[in-house]
């Protein structure tokens, strides 16, 4: 099976996660980046909750890409006020993915992937979305097991 991980990563935790897939699954990665950088953490945490209440989207500075040639896309995140980066879903949104499948992961302090995958599912309306992961201190246990699931569905 071939995959490619496409991740964005702020503190590091999210970028980790990528690099054991990559390594497990002997597949390329794509860091993806928004076109103006956030800056640090408070800076970015100003932008993120003015760009909610504008309900704008921050442009992505990674080129667009086409995924219709790998069997399966992991895309990883922060949840940025529970959700996808808004420049992440502008890559994916502009991204060609076709029928491929997305297989979702965040890294958070405290929140759940379920409305992010939502978002997952909304903006890449051709692909199969499954096997959502979100890396929180309540989950990190469950991170072993579902690499391992990974291995047994997609090798």
């Given at each position: ?16 996660i ?21 800056g ?12 909610k209440a ?99 569905q997609?090798?």
């Open positions: 099976m071939k995959i490619i991980i496409v991740y964005t990563s702020k503190t590091g935790t999210t970028e980790r990528a690099r054991e897939l990559s390594r497990r699954f002997s597949a390329e990665m794509i860091k993806v980046e928004p076109k103006v950088p956030y640090g953490f408070v800076a970015a945490v100003a932008r993120v909750a003015k760009e504008r309900n704008e989207q921050a442009a992505c500075g990674t080129p667009y890409r086409d995924f219709s040639g790998y069997d399966a896309v992991f895309v990883g995140f922060p949840l940025w006020a529970g959700d996808v980066p808004t420049y992440m879903q502008d890559f994916l949104q502009n991204s060609i993915l076709g029928g491929t499948i997305v297989v979702p992961f965040a890294s958070s302090a405290f929140e759940g992937i379920g409305r992010a995958e939502k978002t997952v599912k909304m903006i890449c309306p051709g692909a199969k979305v499954e096997n959502p992961f979100a890396s929180n201190p309540r989950t990190v246990n469950r991170f072993p097991a579902w690499l391992t699931h990974l291995e047994k997609y090798r």
